[in-house]
């Protein structure tokens, strides 16, 4: 069975960082395409980043380019979102996402079929 614990949400000021962590059962991250989603108020929910399980590629949305960075640690069974320079528009709830589908991992929500409980993450001063 797929399990995906979302933490590390939170608030913090424009220009800070948080590292969010998706905790997954054992031997996800060897056999699943793993990604992150956030969804605002109002707004659909949207890719942010993803990584290929087979060769560790990885997507990222254009406006998190340059700021955010997607990892595994595959003995923690984790995969890591970490945010830098973060602006009030990353204000959205993130969730954690696991696919094995596809060879290399996309940014759209409908290749997904296993999803967390997601986290909040806000960004105010």
């Known amino acids: 069975q797929v399990q995906l614990v979302e933490s590390g949400g939170g608030l913090v000021q424009p220009g800070g960082s948080l590292r969010l962590s998706c905790a997954a059962s054992?031997?996800?991250?060897?056999?699943?395409?793993l990604g992150w989603f956030r969804q605002a108020p109002g707004k659909e929910r949207e890719g942010v980043s993803c990584i290929s399980s087979n060769d560790g590629s990885t997507f990222y949305a254009d406006s998190v380019k340059g700021r955010f960075t997607i990892s595994r640690d595959y003995a923690k069974n984790t995969v890591y979102l970490q945010m830098n320079n973060l602006k009030p528009e990353d204000t959205a709830v993130y969730y954690c996402?696991?696919?094995?589908?596809?060879?290399?991992?996309?940014?759209?929500?409908?290749?997904?079929?296993?999803w967390g409980q997601g986290t909040q993450v806000t960004v105010s001063s």
């Open positions: 054992p031997f996800i991250l060897d056999y699943y395409n």
């Open positions: 996402a696991a696919e094995n589908r596809n060879l290399f991992c996309s940014g759209s929500r409908n290749e997904y079929n296993y």
